[in-house]
């Protein structure tokens, strides 16, 4: 297998982002986030997650759409789309991964976001086996494996080594074009981490939910359970659960005055916030419950009704930490999921 | 702190048993030690899943905010740091101080999840508190400090309110000058200042999970949140907006901010808000005075208040330049 010593990985970062744009987990100021290689980053690929999902790449939390240049009785429309080149995600984790899936069923169907589909198709995903999984991870639940986390490359770090398994011919392509990789007999250890993993996946707390009430049929049962009240007592109407979630796909399109025009941007929205969806005049939803109930109802009823019956919650555990009530989709799930949980 | 956890479900229970009071807002256990959350418990069969312990960092008084304003009186437990929340918010005329039964509760600070992974403890299942040391998965010996939240670290605070206060062992004071980083700021270059708020800042997601914990924003529609003031907050588009939200809102708060520290606590990327706070606290204790906002429900605050003397714009307690 193609490897490299792992207090060599600063050559291999070099060697990448002299190619391309590279981007991966760094500690800035006790957080940690993906950022672009500059040859300062510190690196962190021992931390199992960063602070924000990597659905920030294809869908970043604000961008321009469209600038209008008005001029006397003209307006020029000017495409404000960037253009994006081939660039390197490195470290992305399983859960990560598998929610650009969630995303593509809704960025990449008829019609086409081609803001979303320019930064997808030109990413080339380097994820990373989860050596260590927290207690509050539960992807195990949506048929996710952190042991083969998938992607163009998967990389596994062991032993010393970070070693190399390329999935697509554009995964190939870089790593068979990088110097800085030795061949390494490395098989059989990655064979042993990955069962390692996989033993450490089936002890966590939250890996055996029961989900099996979570069905189209039963939307309006659901809907109607009196537990949502005390669920969302707490909640703050922050967001925090929504701008950290590797799923939450909700945006607001605003046009800015600027001196010469207007600048149509796109930014994140959240179904937890008072002035979401400002329907012909106002938020359709009421109360904080009504809110902290469509969080979850979209992710496990009307999303996988709509889409083959996938959720959209990846079991990152995102919410699960950083909710500052400690709200979050797990208690939904065990209170209302099904009978096997306890 | 077994004992303690005890004594504070008893007086939940005697409280409601008595009808004293019909409600009793406090903290519900979670699927784990650690994942507390605020509950308001209607009946004494609710209690059963009352909690408290070291991780009921969460400040209650603002929830008051709206359930003062339902029907029957309502028990709360305050923290020392709570308590000053609560007295702001009652000086504000935001809480219906009729409908509630204050109750003080012992707290030998509360902790920070994040310092026991980085201890090295990857999953607390169970946590033994002593006073000045914790047993955590009743093996790992801990300093109770080394896993404090930091506004724990520095609070010399007592009880300011309520009716009655339920402690078992007094408060260890400490020795902590809450100043320190902000006179580090002060001690800066404004280039080197300006880098830091830079880098902290960047990493602001726009969440409002500070502001929407914060019991000093009680304003029932924030500026923020209003699509006709023209904000577009959550455009969120350059560094600078992040800067504006952050200044706004600690200029806003500026002399009632009671130093509870929930900003800190519940921020995603670990920026230390409080510092922005502190600074206008230390400012403020300069320019009129010590002054600690809370302390009393009746009294006048230094800047929502005019007098001759007051100190000048142009006596600002600046950095260096
Ligand atoms: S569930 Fe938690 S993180 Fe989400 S909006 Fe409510 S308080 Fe904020
Ligand atoms: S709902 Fe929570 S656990 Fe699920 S994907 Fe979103 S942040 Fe992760
Ligand atoms: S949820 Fe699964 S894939 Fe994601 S970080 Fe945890 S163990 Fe890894
Ligand atoms: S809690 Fe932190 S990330 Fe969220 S808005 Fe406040 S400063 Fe920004």
């Keep these: 297998m193609k490897a490299i010593l792992k207090d060599k990985l600063n050559l291999l970062y070099e060697e990448i982002s002299k190619k391309c744009e590279l981007y991966l987990p760094t500690k800035e100021k006790g957080a940690l986030n993906f950022k672009k290689f500059d040859g300062e980053n510190e690196v962190d690929i021992e931390s199992l997650q960063t602070v924000k999902s990597a659905k920030d790449f294809f869908f970043p939390q604000t961008e321009d759409m469209v600038n209008f240049k008005t001029e006397g009785k003209n307006i020029e429309i000017i495409d404000a789309r960037e253009k994006i080149e081939t660039y390197v995600i490195f470290g992305v984790r399983a859960c990560d991964y598998k929610s650009f899936e969630i995303l593509d069923r809704v960025f990449l169907v008829e019609p086409v976001d081609t803001m979303y589909k320019n930064r997808r198709e030109n990413a080339v995903i380097f994820t990373l086996a989860c050596n260590n999984p927290h207690a509050s991870c539960f992807c195990k639940n949506f048929g996710i494996d952190a042991s083969s986390p998938k992607g163009d490359v998967e990389c596994y770090d062991v032993d010393g080594y970070l070693f190399f398994n390329p999935l697509t011919e554009k995964g190939a392509q870089i790593v068979n074009g990088l110097t800085c990789l030795e061949e390494v007999k490395g098989e059989d250890k990655v064979d042993a981490l990955k069962k390692d993993i996989t033993k450490k996946i089936e002890k966590l707390p939250f890996s055996n939910l029961d989900l099996s009430k979570f069905k189209g049929e039963n939307l309006m049962e659901l809907f109607n359970r009196p537990e949502w009240e005390e669920l969302s007592e707490a909640c703050l109407g922050c967001g925090t659960c929504t701008f950290v979630c590797p799923t939450c796909q909700c945006f607001d399109i605003r046009d800015f005055k600027t001196n010469s025009g207007i600048k149509r941007f796109r930014c994140w929205d959240s179904c937890m916030y008072s002035d979401f969806t400002q329907m012909a005049a106002e938020n359709p939803r009421k109360t904080q419950m009504q809110r902290y109930r469509q969080r979850f109802m979209h992710k496990l009823c009307y999303y996988p009704s709509n889409n083959d019956g996938i959720y959209s919650c990846v079991g990152c555990g995102r919410c699960v930490k950083k909710c500052p009530q400690s709200l979050n989709i797990v208690k939904v799930i065990k209170k209302i999921g099904g009978e096997k949980n306890d | ?321």
Aim: proline fraction near 3%; glycine fraction near 6%.
């Design chain 2, 1 to 321: 702190m077994q004992r303690l956890e005890n004594a504070v479900l008893s007086k939940a229970k005697e409280l409601l048993e008595s009808g004293k009071v019909s409600r009793v807002l406090g903290w519900t256990k979670g699927e784990f030690c650690y994942d507390v959350s605020p509950c308001v418990f209607n009946t004494v069969d609710e209690l059963k899943n009352f909690v408290y312990n070291g991780f009921c960092g969460a400040n209650l008084s603002k929830y008051l905010i709206n359930e003062s304003k339902k029907e029957g009186k309502i028990a709360v437990f305050l923290k020392p740091c709570d308590t000053y929340s609560y007295n702001q918010l009652v000086k504000e005329h935001r809480i219906k101080v009729e409908n509630v039964y204050a109750v003080g509760v012992e707290c030998q600070g509360k902790f920070d999840i994040e310092k026991f992974y980085a201890k090295g403890v990857g999953f607390v299942a169970s946590v033994e508190e002593g006073l000045t040391e914790v047993k955590v998965n009743g093996e790992t010996v801990l300093n109770r400090n080394d896993v404090k939240l930091e506004r724990c670290l520095v609070c010399n605070k007592k009880h300011v309110a309520g009716e009655e206060i339920v402690e078992l062992n007094e408060k260890l004071p400490s020795d902590s000058d809450r100043f320190e980083m902000v006179k580090k700021l002060e001690a800066m270059t404004a280039d080197e200042r300006f880098a830091f708020w830079k880098k902290e800042l960047s990493k602001c997601i726009r969440c409002n999970a500070c502001r929407n914990v914060c019991p000093a924003c009680n304003c029932t529609k924030c500026v923020f949140d209003n699509p006709n003031s023209e904000v577009s907050a959550k455009a969120n588009a350059t560094s600078f907006e992040e800067q504006m939200f952050h200044i706004i809102r600690a200029f806003h708060v500026a002399g009632r901010c009671t130093d509870c520290g929930e900003c800190s606590r519940v921020c995603p990327q670990n920026i230390p808000l409080h510092l922005l706070n502190r600074k206008f606290i230390s400012d403020i204790d300069k320019l009129y005075g010590e002054y600690q906002a809370g302390e009393d429900t009746t009294s006048k605050g230094p800047l929502t208040s005019f007098t001759k003397e007051d100190a000048e714009p142009s006596d600002a307690v600046g950095g260096n330049k």
